[in-house]
């Protein structure tokens, strides 16, 4: 069975510093591996995702993400954040089918002026 | 525009009464699935539909009612609901690849927000 652990549940950065959102998972497949954004009053929004290609990731909006697998980790990273990165991010990890989707709990980003 | 739209993006309801989230995608797949999106706790996948079929319903209680009439329409029957169901329900598509490593992604709806009096 799979599941996912985003270790944190609220992240504050300020305007223009690196954004770092972690999540590890566990998965007895070769996983596929994607990160979500919801911002406020809006639908789930694609940002990225790993399917057993490159390792790391390059994502919509300067987001890009590395798979590690020893680490079994997927964290998210930006080198500056901006206003409008405000929003709760999740991790998810899928099964071989492509049919079984985890999320992870999510993690809300703030961003400081 | 995301190719998968939600119909009502609110909705306010007694626990009587009936209702019902209707969920359309414009992208040609052929799974369909219906998510709960309760505050301060994960996404819950409810039920899942491929080719018309159901193939999973998450313990679901029977006052939600899933219905997938053809590969494009899905609905969320509601009934006698309880306020702890009021929730974000989100729905999602994907194109199904049974190929042992799938490289699909799901496309979200922006959601309905259902409050239960």
């Known amino acids: 069975a799979q599941s996912v652990t985003q270790l944190d549940s609220h992240v504050s950065v300020s305007e223009g510093t690196p954004v770092l959102l972690r999540c590890n998972y566990s998965?007895?497949?070769?996983?596929?591996l994607f990160w979500y954004v919801q911002h406020p009053n809006k639908g789930l929004q694609l940002l990225l995702k790993?399917?057993?290609?490159?390792?790391l990731v390059k994502g919509i909006n300067g987001f890009e993400a590395e798979f590690k697998k020893s680490e079994t980790s997927f964290h998210l990273t930006k080198p500056s954040a901006h206003m409008s990165d405000a929003a709760e991010y999740f991790c998810?990890?899928?099964?071989?089918?492509?049919?079984?989707?985890?999320f992870g709990p999510g993690t809300r980003l703030s961003v400081l002026p | 525009e995301t190719g998968v739209t939600q119909t009502p993006r609110h909705l306010v309801m007694g626990m009587t009464n009936k209702k019902s989230l209707k969920c359309e995608q414009h992208?040609?797949?052929?799974?369909m699935y219906w998510y709960k999106q309760s505050a301060k706790k994960p996404l819950e996948l409810m039920f899942v539909?491929?080719?018309?079929?159901?193939?999973e319903n998450n313990s679901v209680p029977s006052r939600f009612s899933p219905e997938c009439p053809n590969s494009s329409h899905l609905f969320l029957h509601l009934h006698t609901l309880q306020p702890e169901d009021s929730a974000l329900y989100l729905c999602?598509?994907?194109?199904?690849?049974?190929?042992?490593?799938?490289?699909?992604?799901?496309?979200f709806g922006p959601g309905t927000r259902l409050t239960v009096l």
């Open positions: 790993y399917t057993s290609a490159a390792t």
């Open positions: 998810v990890v899928s099964d071989d089918y492509g049919q079984n989707f985890v």
């Open positions: 992208l040609g797949h052929n799974a």
């Open positions: 539909y491929n080719f018309k079929e159901q193939t």
């Open positions: 999602a598509s994907s194109q199904e690849e049974f190929q042992g490593t799938s490289t699909d992604t799901q496309y």
């Open positions: 998965s007895s497949y070769s996983p596929s």
